[in-house]
């Protein structure tokens, strides 16, 4: 691990600032990827600004029409919360999934969004729920936000704030865990969005987070769930692409099974 220095941010302006006048220093509030990746070498940064225990990063509260989640609100925080369990079911639940109690103890929604890992559990849930990303900044729309490959519409230096979740009359999620991991080899969202139709999204399998609309489709006709088709599927040592295929549509076929 490279020397570096380790500061507390007083205020979000204060880490903001701080981002702002120096290019090579970092946010750090779970730090689930980004110590691992220091600790290899494989990223090398000035200063860490624990932003971990800001207020303007707290709390999650059900609003008329949405569900706010804080960026430092921890796996485990949100798996726990009745709030979620109420308005999103289905957010809950992959909550829980994510990782394992050390992972979950530690790790918050807003570092997992930023980071956006092909195999990520919480894109799923914020591209189904058609959610809206916000920062110190701006608000970006779930559609916008994610780039590809951990690769996102933040600018440098941005900051997550929080994340509003429109409220689906039912969701629900599956996954089939990488067994050393506890990532998404494949796991599949769905949520009934009411005038907003049904939405059905797939981490894991491909280089980012996608919306299925064949499922969709096949959801509101009442048909059998389709073989995913997508050019971006991955293939690896884990698992070639047609079985990655093979396990969505499993996946698919549970999360439906549980909001029947």
Not at 64 to 85: K, N
Not at 119 to 145: M, Q, S
């Amino acid at each position: 691990m490279h020397a570096f220095e380790y500061r507390r941010a007083a205020s979000l302006n204060d880490a903001v600032g701080t981002l702002a006048t120096d290019g090579d220093a970092r946010p750090l509030a779970g730090g689930m990827t980004l110590i691992p990746s220091l600790k290899h070498r494989l990223n090398q940064v000035s200063q860490l600004i624990d932003i971990g225990g800001l207020a303007d990063l707290q709390g999650i509260s059900v609003q008329a029409d949405h569900l706010w989640i804080g960026a430092a609100m921890r796996h485990q925080q949100v798996a726990d919360s009745a709030e979620v369990a109420r308005a999103a079911p289905g957010l809950a639940q992959l909550a829980g999934l994510i990782g394992d109690p050390q992972v979950r103890a530690r790790g918050t929604i807003g570092g997992s969004v930023a980071n956006n890992d092909p195999a990520a559990d919480y894109p799923a849930a914020v591209l189904a729920l058609d959610a809206v990303v916000v920062t110190e900044r701006r608000e970006l729309a779930a559609a916008d936000f994610f780039q590809g490959f951990f690769m996102t519409a933040l600018e440098p230096g941005e900051l997550i704030t929080g994340i509003r979740f429109k409220l689906p009359r039912r969701s629900a999620y599956a996954k089939f865990k990488h067994p050393a991991s506890g990532y998404a080899m494949a796991g599949v969202f769905a949520a009934d969005l009411g005038a907003a139709g049904l939405r059905v999204t797939v981490t894991g399998a491909g280089g980012g987070v996608f919306r299925w609309t064949a499922a969709e489709q096949a959801w509101a006709g009442g048909s059998s769930v389709p073989t995913l088709e997508h050019p971006d599927l991955l293939e690896d040592i884990h698992a070639p692409a047609r079985y990655r295929a093979h396990l969505a549509k499993v996946m698919c076929e549970q999360a439906l099974r549980q909001l029947a």
